[in-house]
Structures are given as C-alpha cells and as structure tokens.
C-alpha cells in the first residue's frame, strides 16, 4: 500500500503525539512512586530503602510495582532524604482518605493549612488547592471539615517536634465548646503505638475530649467505601484495632470503691449499683464481663480459707467446725458481672447526647480508654455473694479478673447493614445492655429501647441519690430511663412493660408517652411494636433476661426476619473456661455441640442456641 504525501504527513504526526503521550504518562507514574514511596518513608522512618519499596509496594497501583521494585536503590535515598517532605506527603495522603469518608456523611473540607501538605501533582490527590488557611478557634489545625448543622471537626497530624502546640490547640477548643460539642478535636496518628499512647488515662489531660485515628485504619476505610478509587491499597502494618485486645492478657487486680448504693423507692431496695475505679480494664468492650470478689481484699486476706482443714478426732459435728472457721459466711468464688455503664475522663455521662459524629468515621475513632465502671446487681435472697457485696464501702479495694468473654466488633455492624438496634432487657438483665448502648449511640447507630420490669417502683432513686444521676426532680430519677435519655435516647425510644399496676402516686408516669406503657411482658410489646412497623430490614436486637423471655423473643424474631443476638447469664466457676460449669447448648452448621458461656460467648447469634436443651 503506497501512502500519500498527505497521508504520511499526518501518520508522522500522530507517531510524535503518542511519543509526547508515553513521556507524559511516564512522568506521571515517575510523581506517584515518589509520593507513596515517601509516604512509606514517613511511616516507617528507620526502615532501609530496600525495605521501604516493598512496604510502598502495597500503596501503588498494580502497573507499577515491577517498576517500582526495579528502582536503583540510591534513588530512592535520595527521594526520601527530606523528612519533612516525606511527612508532607503523608498528610496528603491521610487528608484524601478523610475527605472521602466525610463526604458520605454530609462533611466538606472547608479549610486547609496548605503548608502542612507538599505540592505532588498527582490526579486525585491535588484536593487541597485553593483552601483557606483555618482561622479564629481553628487556627493551628491542619484543616477542617464541616457539615449543614455547623458541627466542625478540626484535623491535626500528630507530630512529635509540635506536640505543645496541638495540647494548646486541644484544650482550647475543649475550654471554649463547654459540653455543646459544636466543634471537635481530632488526632491523626501515623501509627499504632502513638494512638495508644494518648488514649491512655494520664495522657486525657494533655488532650482534653480529644478523638483520634489511625493512619491504617483510614486507608482500610476508605478502600471500603470507595474501591474503584482506593481498592488497590493495602494497610502496610499487620496491626488493627482488634489486635491490640488480643494481645492484651486477662489481669487480676484490685479495683476501688467509689460508691455503693441502693436503688429503690421504698423499703427493703432489692437492687444496687456499684460505682469503682479500674485502669486496667481499659480495653474492656460490650459484650464481656468480669469476676469479682465480693469480699473487700482485707477481709478476704482475713478469712481462714486458707487454712488447712483438721481431721475430726472429737465429736464434734462439721457444722460447728464450719462456724468456727467462719466458713459458712463467706463465700469463696468470684461472681460474674457485666459492665453497666463505663466512664472516661473529660467525657460527661450526658455528651452522647450532643455529639453528632460522622457515622462512617466513628467506626474507626477513638477516644481515651474509661477509667470508671459500673455494675448493677440484684440481691439474691439468701445469697452469699450479692449480700457480701452491698456492704463494700467507699474506698474498699476487691479483687476483679478481666476483661473475660469475646470481644464483639460492634463498629463492624455498619458493613453488615444494620441501621437500628432494639436493646430488650428483662430486669437486670437490661443493666449490661446500657453499656452497649453506650457503644452504639458512639458509633451513631439508632436505638430503640424495651425494658421488662415487675414494679417500675424498683427503679426509683431515692432522693439523695437522683443527682448521681444528673437527674433534676429527683421524684422522677429512674435508673434505666435516666441512663438511656444521658446516652441520647429520646421519650419515645423508651418503652416499658411491667407486671404489676403503679400504685406509689409519687410515681409521675409522664416520664415517657403513656403509649410507652405496657402492663404486661417485654416480649409482647416488642411484638406488638413490630406489628405496626413497615420495614425490618437493617434492625438488630440485643436481648438479656431470663429464658422465657429470649426464647419468646427468638420466635418472634425469627417470624419477622430480623437478626438477633443474646447474652446469656450463666453460673460459672472461673470464667476462663476451665471449670466447664456454664457451658450451653449450641448448634452451628447443623452440628450440636456445647459452648462455653464465658469463652465462646456471653454474646450468642440466637439461631446458634439450642434453645429446646438450653
């Protein structure tokens, strides 16, 4: 085929064009290894080159990690050379991650201090041009991001050399916001250690209500919500947020009393709320529990049991040698308890009802570990344990072994789709479900409430103790409605059934809509509640009560198609799974097995209960 002049000329130029192009397109890939290989460098600081390549290999794209790996060594000493430039690259790059995942949840990026970024000219990663510096409160921060409401969050990079000045920048918005939570403080950690570090309960000083994340956990997220852009990203450390439990040993220490006090209208309270402090059960979660000794430490280091036991040479009977050795009035295991509410320093027990988090970025941020607990028990007639408890006194010291149990990933929910979470307690048993409440308001879950009582008189606070509660009219102070409206719950989220007629006239039933009474059982509302709902699709229950009332509940539940999960209360010996006296009946895959309550559980799918055996 022979071509035309013409033909030829235009065949020339097309080749020159495609040769502009591949230098072009070489350039650009040139801009990205260096971007994400300095990113790395920022990370991994005293790491060797060869090392860093392999870690950057994870954060480019696919094309490009054989070019990558055939790099010359010295060239990439000589592309992280400049730390600060490597620590620029990196704030790039976690700014681009957090800009996506506020942006599902109606957060703009609304200033930005443009020096705390490098200029990589690299597509998709050039979103900060053209920002204002942040100004008046949020000055000092790297950038801001805002919604509709005029909720702010102010984002700071955590920097060893500027430590001082994100502390100063910490407590002033801490100082001037009060307990409106209009504007926040986040903490952007390039690694595990360092996050861990300023959660810690001496370290809430330094960073007063502050929030933080992780670097990993922002690439991990944001790959999640946006896989064609950042699918082909891999964390480039082994280490996650459920990691760092696993790793952390079950201890056994002494707690402190802080308060021990009845609840009760009236008469003889048949129920308590134990208040102590206990650092070392920080990385307790929802879900686990404890083992308590319900003797003070210096009584139980007092008793004889000890002792060794004698041999019955006279006749006496093994009755009055139990008296002797005052063995028949102490008991000798520790109880299990789950946490009813946990406390963290700088966070009052009403903040969950402000905060207004972005729900897709709640799921991996922080905040300082709790340092105070508590758990609400009921006196067991004739009981060792519950009447060796009520009389611990402020500022006694017991024994706990924790935290004990499964750790539930409740942050992980949101990805299974659920929306709503319907907390159904029968008695005490919803005393554990206010922790998970806690829990899941933080990560921005709706929640409904039913609560199953006899009398709602039993309930009551008495006056002394109603401002414990924050509670104004102390004749209206009511442990479980109070503590469900702290955490955010409104009127109508609170239903309550119960078995017998309110006869105390000093009782005001306008603390919920009439509507929200129910004279009878928790799990005859509950169904009479789902009747009139027209969708069920993305709700959970977490239920906790007696048998009658999970196994009720587990048909009706089943009937309308919507998940549920229970926690079991069992008797057990150890809590580590060693004595084998909680064990359930379980089936999973059609295999009928036993679980143990205090290893496998106590939180159990209920289509994995046998609940004909249990």
Request: hydrophobic fraction near 35%; aromatic fraction near 10%; include cysteine.
């Given at each position: 085929m022979i071509l035309?002049?013409?033909d030829?000329?235009?065949?020339q130029?097309a ?11 070489s350039?650009?890939?040139?801009d990205?290894l260096?971007f994400?290989?300095?990113?790395v ?5 005293k790491?060797l080159?060869?090392?860093?390549v392999e870690?950057?290999v994870n954060?480019?794209k ?5 070019p990558?790996?055939?790099i010359n060594k010295?060239?990439?000493?000589s ?11 990196y704030?790039?790059?976690a700014f681009?991650f957090i ?7 109606g957060?703009r990026?609304?200033?930005a ?8 000219n690299?597509?998709?990663y050039?979103e ?6 942040p100004?008046g409160l949020?000055?000092?921060a ?15 990079f955590h920097n060893e050399?500027?430590?001082d000045?994100?502390?100063?920048l910490?407590k002033?918005?801490f100082d001037d ?8 403080c986040?903490l952007i ?7 861990m570090?300023?959660?810690e309960?001496k ?8 929030f ?6 922002l690439?991990k997220?944001?790959g999640?919500?946006d896989?064609?852009?950042?699918g082909?990203?891999s ?5 996650t947020?459920?990691?760092f439990?696993?790793?952390?040993k079950i201890?056994?220490f002494?707690?402190?009393v802080?308060e021990?006090?009845p609840v009760g ?14 650092p070392?059960?920080?990385y307790?979660?929802p879900?686990?529990?404890v083992m308590?000794?319900t ?5 139980r280091r007092?008793?004889?049991i ?6 019955l040479?006279?006749?006496?009977s ?9 063995l028949?009035?102490k008991s000798?295991l ?5 946490i009813?509410r ?7 027990l009403g903040?969950?009802?402000?905060i207004?988090?972005?729900r897709?970025?709640?799921a991996?941020t ?10 609400f028990?009921?006196l067991i007639?004739?009981g060792?344990?519950t ?6 006194k402020e500022g006694d010291?017991?024994q706990?072994?924790g935290p ?10 949101q ?8 907390l ?5 048993g919803?005393?554990?479900l206010?922790?998970?409440g806690q ?6 879950f709706r ?8 009398r709602i008189e039993?309930?009551?606070f008495?006056?002394?103790?109603a401002a414990?509660?924050?509670e ?21 989220d609170?239903?309550?059934s ?7 006239s ?5 603390l919920?809509p ?6 009878g059982?928790?799990?005859e509302?509950?169904?009479a509640?789902l009747e009139?709902l027209?969708?069920t699709?993305?709700?959970?229950v ?16 089943s009937e309308a198609?919507?998940r549920?999960?229970?926690?079991l209360e069992?008797r057990?010996?150890?809590g580590?799974?060693v004595?084998m006296?909680c ?9 009928e097995?036993y679980?143990?309550?205090?290893t496998?559980?106590p939180?159990f799918d209920?289509?994995?209960?046998d609940?004909?055996k249990l």
């Open positions: 035309s002049k013409q030829n000329m235009l065949l130029k080749s020159k064009k495609a040769k502009v192009n591949d230098y072009r397109e350039e650009k890939d040139s990205e260096r994400f290989v300095r990113v460098a920022h990370l991994r600081q790491k080159p060869e090392m860093i870690l950057a954060l480019v696919p094309h490009l990690r054989v990558l790996r055939k010295s060239l990439i000493s592309w992280i050379s400049d730390k600060e430039l490597n620590r620029r690259s704030n790039r790059l681009v800009k996506r995942i506020l942006s599902q949840d957060f990026i609304v200033s201090d443009t020096n705390q970024f490098d200029n990589a690299i597509t998709g050039d900060i041009n053209g920002l204002k510096i100004q949020a000055k000092g790297a950038f801001v991001a805002q919604n509709d409401k005029g909720k702010r969050i102010l984002f700071c050399s500027n430590l000045a994100l502390k100063y910490s002033r918005v916001d009060k307990d409106k939570f209009c504007t926040i986040y950690s390039p690694t595990h250690d360092q996050i570090q300023c959660r309960d370290q809430a000083d330094n960073w007063p209500r502050g933080f994340i992780e670097f990993n956990e690439l997220k944001a999640e919500i896989n064609n852009r950042f082909h990203l964390t480039i450390s082994p280490r947020d459920s990691d439990r696993s790793r952390k201890e056994h002494n707690a402190k802080l021990n006090f209208s009236k008469g003889d309270p048949k129920h308590f709320m134990l208040r102590f402090e206990a070392q059960l920080e307790v979660v879900g686990q529990f308590i000794d003797l003070p430490y210096v009584k007092k008793t004889d000890g002792q060794p036991f004698r041999t040479d006279t006749p006496e093994y009755s009055s040698i139990a008296r002797k050795m005052n028949t009035s000798f520790k109880r299990p308890f789950s009813h946990a406390y963290y320093r700088h966070f009052k903040y969950l009802k402000n207004y988090l972005s897709t970025l709640a991996i922080h905040t300082v570990f709790p340092h105070k607990f508590e758990i028990y009921k007639e004739n060792t344990g009447n060796e408890l009520k009389q611990m010291t017991f706990i072994l004990l149990g499964r750790r539930p990933n409740l942050a992980k929910w990805t299974d789709g659920i929306e709503e979470i319907h159904i307690g029968g008695g005490v919803m005393a554990p206010m922790f998970f829990a899941l308001r933080y990560y921005s929640i409904k409430a039913f609560i199953g009582i006899d039993s309930l009551l008495k006056a002394p103790l414990t509660f924050g104004d009219d102390p004749r209206k102070a009511c442990v479980y409605i109070d503590n469900l409206k702290s955490i955010g719950l409104s009127d109508n609170i239903h309550i119960f078995e017998k007629i309110i006869s105390d000093s009782i005001d039933i306008g919920l009439e509507q929200n009474f129910f004279p059982f928790v799990s509302q509950y169904k509640f009139k027209n969708e699709s993305g709700i959970l977490l239920a906790c009560g007696p048998k009658p009332m999970l196994e009720a509940l587990e048909k009706i539940t198609h919507i549920m999960k229970v926690l069992k057990m010996g150890c580590i799974g004595c006296s064990v359930c009946p379980t089936k999973k895959n059609n295999v097995q679980s143990c309550v205090c496998e559980g939180l209920a289509e994995d209960i609940w004909e």
